[in-house]
């Protein structure tokens, strides 16, 4: 079963609903006449991303997908997991390092394979480190690059009564 942050935008955005609304805030008299804040809500899951901080929709629009796709890959396990690699971890490979910036489409994929490895390992780092090719500390490091995937990592080991990682 293919999770859903990793699917193109145009396939994700099939199974989503679109809201587009005002929000309040900086950005003047354009922001808060015209409807350029996006809420996607991925039906399946139940799960949404959102965005207004920009003036502009198509901005706006990109950014919510990014934040629905992180969401889903943070909150969203499917009951089937691939054993292995996938392609676009291995494209991100170079030894056993994981190259990604934490804004690249990438990003959120790569964090849904390795919430799937590591639920498999029982949130142990080592295993899933094992198994993806990466060292434990880039396996981590890939948490750390945002605030979303740090607080769900960490909480998810806290709630299995795992040491927390420095």
Request: aromatic share 4%; with cysteine.
């Given at each position: 079963?293919?999770?859903?942050?990793?699917?193109?935008?145009?396939?994700?955005?099939?199974?989503?609903?679109?809201?587009?609304?005002?929000?309040?805030?900086?950005?003047?008299?354009?922001?808060?006449?015209?409807?350029?804040?996006?809420?996607?809500?991925?039906?399946?899951?139940?799960?949404?991303?959102?965005?207004?901080?920009?003036?502009?929709?198509?901005?706006?629009?990109?950014?919510?997908?990014?934040?629905?796709?992180?969401?889903?890959?943070?909150?969203?396990?499917?009951?089937?997991?691939?054993?292995?690699?996938?392609?676009?971890?291995?494209?991100?490979?170079?030894?056993?390092?994981?190259?990604?910036?934490?804004?690249?489409?990438?990003?959120?994929?790569?964090?849904?394979?390795?919430?799937?490895?590591?639920?498999?390992?029982?949130?142990?780092?080592?295993?899933?480190?094992?198994?993806?090719?990466?060292?434990?500390?880039?396996?981590?490091?890939?948490?750390?690059?945002?605030?979303?995937?740090?607080?769900?990592?960490?909480?998810?080991?806290?709630?299995?009564?795992l040491h927390r990682l420095a």
């Amino acid at each position: 079963m293919t999770h859903p942050a990793t699917l193109p935008a145009a396939d994700l955005l099939r199974d989503c609903s679109e809201t587009r609304t005002r929000r309040s805030g900086p950005g003047g008299q354009h922001r808060n006449k015209v409807e350029t804040a996006v809420v996607l809500l991925h039906r399946p899951t139940g799960i949404s991303g959102q965005a207004s901080e920009r003036r502009s929709q198509a901005e706006n629009r990109r950014q919510a997908i990014w934040r629905l796709r992180l969401a889903l890959a943070l909150e969203h396990r499917p009951e089937s997991q691939a054993e292995g690699r996938s392609a676009v971890w291995e494209s991100r490979l170079r030894g056993r390092r994981i190259e990604v910036a934490a804004d690249h489409d990438d990003y959120p994929a790569l964090v849904a394979e390795a919430c799937d490895r590591l639920q498999a390992a029982g949130w142990e780092v080592g295993p899933a480190a094992e198994v993806l090719g990466v060292s434990q500390t880039q396996l981590v490091g890939l948490f750390r690059k945002t605030p979303q995937a740090w607080e769900s990592f960490t909480s998810r080991r806290a709630a299995l009564g795992l040491h927390r990682l420095a």
